[in-house]
C-alpha cells in the first residue's frame, strides 16, 4: 500500500509561503525553501538505526551497575548462557584484552588526570549504569530476560557525589589518581587593578544544574562484518570522527571500517560521543560473526548517555558606579562525572572565552577544576560551556543593574562593543568580526513593548498583585564555526576544524553535493542544495546532497557546535567555483573564447559582448563525453575542498522574556517571548527560525523544568520522562522572532550559524525574568530549574524585602 | 502462543504472538512497519502513536493481543492513492519538524485531536498534544501545522482512518 510520494510532488502542492519574507527573485540562497528531508519524514519511509535488519542479525543488551561506585568481586553468566535464544553472554573480564579505553579526545592541561575507562567495566564501577556484562540473544525480549539470569556480588565504594566535597582532603576517591582531573587558567588584562578599590563588587555563586540533552531518537547501534571490513551504523552525529577513533580503540584499520549515520533523530552534542555501546557492538560482532544491534530504552539512556552541564560557576564584577564593568572573575568546578569522555574536559573550556560575553572590559580571569564525581559524565550539550558562560553574565549583569538601580538594559548599553568598534578584539582573546548590538536590542524591545511591559510591572508591584510581572534580558553572543584547526591545536584539542565538501556535475547536468557535515535535524539536504543551486546556476531540485556514511563521504569532521553551515556550507560554495573554473575553460574552449572573456550567469558560460554560449549541463556533457576537451584538461567537472576557517563566527541577539509567578503557588507562565537574533547572512529562513525556535524551547527546559537528579546513594533518580520533564506544547508559549543581518566578515557566505543560539539566550532570560518578578521580595537568585516549589521556598526565605516590601500577606489579601 | 488477526494500514495479518509482545514490536520487528518508531518506554513520548480502531493510542503501551480484531493506521497509512493527507502537507509546509523522530506520532495525534475539535485554538492544540514530545521544535510551527491541517481538511471533510 506504499504509495510514491516524492518531494517534487509534495514541494508541488505546496505554495511557498512569504511568512519569512520575500528572496531576491532567482536567488535561492534567502529563500524560506521547505525541506527536501521531509518528504521521508512525514511518511515513516526513514531509516533509523533501530529499523536496520540484516539476515542473521543478534540483539544485545547490557546488564548496568545498581551501584554508584563499587567492587565487581563475581560475575556469573551460567544461567543467563542456558537461556533459550540466547548466543553468547559475557563480561568485562572476556574483553579486557581488547576492548581498549574510551578515548578523550581534549587533554585540556598537561598533567590532566585521564583514567582509564574500559567500555565494559572489568574490576570496579563508577556510576550506575556503567556497563558489567552484555547479552547477545536472538531477539530483544529474550535478551533482556537473559540479563535477569547474571548475577553480580559488589562490594559497596563510597559515592563521590558533591565537587566541592570531592576536593576536599580526605574524600573518598572516584580514581587512584585523586578527584582533580585538572585545573585550567586565563587570563586577560590586570584583574588585581580592576578590582582594588571598585565602587561596586558583585559576587555570586551560580548552579549549572546537570541537564539530560533527551534527543527523540534513543541512541542505536547495528555492526556487521563480512570477516575482512566492518560496518558500523550509529544514530551519532559524528560519523567520521567515529571512525577514526574506533579505529584507534578496536584496532580495526581504519581503511576496513565504514561507518554509517542513517537517519539520526536528533543530537544535541548527546551524539557527538564515542560510547560504549559502539566499541562493543564492533567487537561483538568480530566475535561472533553475526551481525548485531543494540538499541537503549529511554531509561537506559537517561542513565547513560552523556549529560550536560553541571557546574558550579563563582562570578565577580568589579564596576563602576556608572555602570560601567572594571573587570571580571569566573571561577568554575565542573563535574565530569566518573570518566573523561570524547571532548568532556574541553567543554567548560569553550565556555572561558564567552564569560565576558558582548562587553568591554579591562581585566579577565577565570579559572576551572574539573572533577571526578560517581556519576555519568559530562560532555557536549547544546551551546556547550557557552550557554553556561551567558548564564553567567547575564545573570551578573542584571544583579548589577539591580545594585544600581539601572535598568538591565542600559547597563548593557554602557557596557556592550557598539557597532563601531567591530572587528573588536575582547579580552578573552577572540576577535569578535562584526555585530550590531544596538540594532537587535531596540528591535527586540519594540517587539516586547518593553516600556509597557515595565509599566505594569509596576502597577502589579504597587498592587502587590500575588501574581508578579518578571522581565528578563539576555544580550548574548557566542563563539561558533567550530573551528580554526589552529586555535583547536592551541587549546589542546586532538582533531583539526576543517569541514570538507566535494561537488559533481553529472553527465546530465544534475548536480552532486557530498559533505562531510552530518546533520541529524538541521536540514542541510535542504540549506545546501539552495547554495549550490545558486553558485551553479542549477534548479534547486536538481541538486542532491549526500552525507553520513564514510563511504559516500569519505572525509568530514561531522555536525557541531553550530559548524555545519559556516564551515561546512562555505566548503560547498568554494567546491562549486572550482567546478565552475573548470567549466569555464571548457566553456572557452568550445565558444572558441579565451577564458578570460567567459561570463557566467544563471547557469550559463557566454562570450561577453555575444550570444554564444554553453549551458552548465552542455558542459557537463561534454566533459562526459570527453571528445573534444582543451588541451591537458581532465575529463570531467568535480572538485573538492577542504576549508579551514581563519575566525570564529560570532552570532548575537537579543533575547526578551516576560514571565508572571504566582507567588502563592510559585508557578511560572511564560507570558512572552521575544528573539532578535544576528546570524549573519541567512541561507533559508524556515530553517533558522526553527533552529532558533528549538533553541529557545531547550533553554527555557533549562531554565524551568529539567534537572538530572542524583539520591544521596548516586542513583539517578530521573531515569524517565516521567521524572526528567522536557518542555511539552503546553508547557510554552508562541515565540515572537525577528532578525537583524550583519553578515560575518570571515566567510564567503557571510554566515554565522544558528544551532545553538537559541539555547544559549534563553536560559539567562528567563531566569533573570523570574528573579525580576520577585525583587521585591528580597530574592536575588533562584536555582535551576525555577520550579514551583523553588520558587515558593525563595519568597519564604527570603524573609522580607531588600526594598523593605514583603509582598501580599495574608492579612493584606493580595487581589485575586 | 495466542494467534491474533490485526489489520494494519489494509493488509490483514495473522500473527502468532508472546502475550507479553508490544504492538509497537509487532509492526516494527515482525511486519516491518518501521515508520513508526519508539521514544521512550513509560508512555511518554507518543513518538509511536498509531490509530487503533480509528483513534491514536500509544502502540508502546498496547499489547499486540489486545489489538486482536483490531484495524491499526500507521504513518505508512496515511497517505491514500498517492496523496498526502493534509497533516502530513501541512507539517511539511509549516516546517513542523526538524529531525522528524517524533512526527509520525505527532501527526497521528493531530489527525486525532482534530476528530473531537476540528477547529482547535491554539491552546487547544498545545493541550491535545501535551502528550508527544518534540525536542527539536519548540512547537510553535507544529502548532501552525495542526491549524493549517484543520483549515485543509475542514474544505474536504476529516478523511482519517
Known sequence: ?816 | MPRITVTVDGIVYEEEVEPRLLLVHLLRDRLGKTGTPVGCDTGNCGACTVMLDGRSAKSCSVLAVQADGSDVVTIEGLARNGRLHPMQEAFHAEHALQCGYCTPGMIMAAVDLLKDDPDPSDEAIRRGLEGNLCRCTGYCNIVRAVRRGAQEMSGEGVRTS
Open chain 1, 1 to 816: 500500500m506504499t504509495e510514491q510520494i516524492d518531494a517534487g510532488m509534495v514541494a508541488r502542492r505546496i505554495a511557498e509561503s512569504d511568512r519569512l519574507g520575500s528572496p531576491d527573485p532567482g536567488r535561492e540562497i534567502g529563500r524560506a525553501r521547505r525541506r527536501k528531508e521531509d518528504a521521508r519524514l512525514i511518511t515513516g519511509r526513514t531509516l533509523w538505526t533501530d529499523d536496520i535488519q540484516l539476515p542473521g542479525m543478534l540483539y544485545v543488551a547490557f546488564l548496568r551497575s545498581p551501584m554508584a561506585h563499587a567492587r565487581i568481586t563475581r560475575v556469573d553468566t551460567s544461567a543467563a548462557r542456558n537461556q533459550p535464544g540466547v548466543a553468547a553472554v559475557y563480561t568485562g573480564r572476556d574483553f579486557a584484552a581488547e576492548q581498549g579505553s574510551l578515548p578523550c579526545a581534549w587533554p585540556v592541561t598537561e598533567d590532566i588526570v585521564i583514567p582509564d575507562h574500559p567500555p565494559m567495566a572489568v574490576e570496579e564501577v563508577r556510576y550506575v549504569g556503567e556497563a558489567v556484562a552484555c547479552v547477545v540473544a536472538t531477539d530483544r525480549y529474550k535478551a533482556a530476560d537473559a540479563l535477569e539470569a547474571i548475577e553480580v556480588d559488589y562490594e559497596p565504594l563510597e559515592p563521590v557525589l558533591d565537587m566541592t566535597e570531592a576536593l576536599a582532603e580526605g574524600s573518598p576517591k572516584v580514581h587512584e589518581a585523586g578527584n582533580r582531573s585538572f585545573t585550567w587558567k586565563f587570563s586577560g588584562g590586570d584583574v588585581e587593578a580592576a578590582f582594588r578599590d571598585a565602587p561596586v563588587v558583585i559576587e555570586r555563586t551560580y548552579v549549572q544544574q546537570r541537564l539530560i540533552p533527551t534527543a527523540m531518537e534513543p541512541r542505536a547501534v547495528v555492526a556487521t562484518t563480512d570477516g575482512t571490513a566492518f560496518t558500523l551504523y550509529s544514530s551519532t552525529q559524528i560519523p567520521h570522527v567515529l571512525r577514526v577513533m574506533l579505529a584507534l580503540t578496536t584496532g580495526i584499520p581504519e581503511h576496513l571500517l565504514r561507518v554509517v549515520a542513517p537517519d539520526v533523530g536528533g543530537g544535541f552534542g548527546s551524539k557527538l560521543q564515542v560510547t560504549a555501546e559502539e566499541v562493543l557492538c564492533l567487537l561483538l560482532t568480530r566475535r561472533l560473526g553475526k551481525p548485531v544491534k543494540w538499541t537503549e530504552s529511554r531509561s537506559e539512556g537517561n542513565l547513560t548517555v552523556h549529560h550536560g552541564r553541571d557546574q558550579l560557576q563563582r562570578i565577580t564584577l568589579a564596576a563602576e558606579r556608572d555602570g560601567r564593568i572594571r573587570g571580571m572573575r569566573a571561577d568554575l568546578l565542573a563535574d565530569m562525572g566518573a570518566y573523561l569522555m570524547l571532548v568532556t574536559p574541553g567543554i567548560p573550556i569553550l565556555g572561558a572565552f564567552m564569560y565576558n560575553g558582548i562587553y568591554k572590559m579591562d581585566a579577565y580571569d577565570f579559572t576551572c577544576t574539573g572533577v571526578f564525581t560517581t556519576k555519568m559524565p559530562t560532555d557536549a550539550y547544546r551551546g556547550a560551556g557557552r550557554p553556561e558562560a551567558t548564564f553567567a553574565i547575564e545573570r551578573a549583569v542584571d544583579e548589577l543593574a539591580h545594585e544600581l538601580g539601572m535598568d538591565p538594559v542600559e547597563v548593557r548599553r554602557r557596557n556592550w562593543i557598539t557597532h563601531q568598534e567591530f572587528p573588536y578584539t575582547t579580552i578573552a582573546g577572540l576577535t569578535y568580526d562584526s555585530g550590531n548590538y544596538e540594532a537587535a536590542t531596540d528591535r527586540a524591545l519594540a517587539l516586547f513593548g518593553y516600556d509597557k511591559l515595565r509599566a505594569e510591572q509596576a502597577d502589579r508591584r504597587d498592587r502587590r498583585d500575588p501574581v508578579q510581572l518578571g522581565i528578563g534580558v539576555s544580550t548574548y553572543t557566542e563563539m561558533c564555526g567550530l573551528a580554526p584547526s589552529r586555535v583547536l591545536g592551541s587549546l589542546s584539542y586532538g582533531a583539526g576544524g576543517w569541514e570538507h565538501a566535494t561537488v559533481r556535475l553529472l553527465p546530465t547536468g544534475k548536480v552532486e553535493v557530498v559533505t562531510g557535515t552530518s546533520p541529524h535535524g538541521q536540514g542541510h539536504e535542504t540549506a545546501w542544495s539552495q547554495i549550490a543551486a545558486d553558485a551553479m546556476g542549477v534548479p534547486f531540485e536538481d541538486v542532491a546532497v549526500l552525507h553520513g556514511d564514510t563511504t559516500v563521504a569519505p572525509k568530514g569532521m561531522d555536525t557541531y557546535g553550530s559548524r555545519s553551515l559556516v564551515i561546512g556550507g562555505v566548503a560547498v560554495l568554494q567546491a562549486c567555483e572550482k567546478v565552475k573554473d573548470r567549466a569555464r575553460k571548457l566553456a572557452a574552449h568550445m565558444l572558441e573564447a579565451s577564458p578570460d572573456d567567459i561570463e557566467f550567469s544563471g547557469g550559463t558560460f557566454s562570450v561577453r559582448g555575444t550570444s554564444a554560449g554553453k549551458t552548465i549541463q552542455e558542459l557537463a556533457l561534454a566533459a562526459f563525453a570527453a571528445h573534444d576537451l582543451p588541451e591537458g584538461f581532465e575529463p570531467r567537472l568535480d572538485a573538492d575542498v577542504t576549508f579551514d576557517p581563519q575566525n570564529f563566527s560570532f552570532p548575537h541577539g537579543t533575547h526578551l522574556c516576560a514571565v508572571e509567578v504566582d507567588t502563592e503557588t510559585g508557578m511560572t507562565k511564560i507570558r512572552s517571548y521575544v528573539a532578535v537574533d544576528d546570524v549573519g547572512n541567512v541561507v533559508n529562513p524556515l530553517i533558522v527560525e526553527g533552529q532558533v525556535h528549538g533553541g529557545i524551547a531547550q533553554g527555557i527546559g533549562q531554565a524551568l523544568f529539567e534537572e538530572a537528579v542524583y539520591d544521596s546513594e548516586g542513583n539517578l533518580l530521573t531515569t524517565t520522562m516521567t521524572d526528567y520533564l522536557i518542555p511539552s506544547a503546553a508547557d510554552l508559549p508562541e515565540f515572537v522572532t525577528d532578525r537583524t543581518e550583519t553578515p560575518a566578515t570571515s566567510n564567503a557566505l557571510g554566515v554565522k550559524g544558528v544551532g545553538e543560539a537559541g539555547t544559549i539566550a534563553a536560559t539567562p532570560a528567563v531566569v533573570n525574568a523570574v528573579v525580576d518578578a520577585l525583587r521585591p521580595y528580597g530574592v536575588r537568585d533562584v536555582r535551576m530549574p525555577c520550579s514551583p516549589e523553588r520558587i515558593w521556598r525563595a519568597i519564604s526565605e527570603s524573609g522580607g524585602a531588600a526594598a523593605g516590601w514583603a509582598g501580599p500577606t495574608e492579612a493584606e489579601g493580595g487581589e485575586r
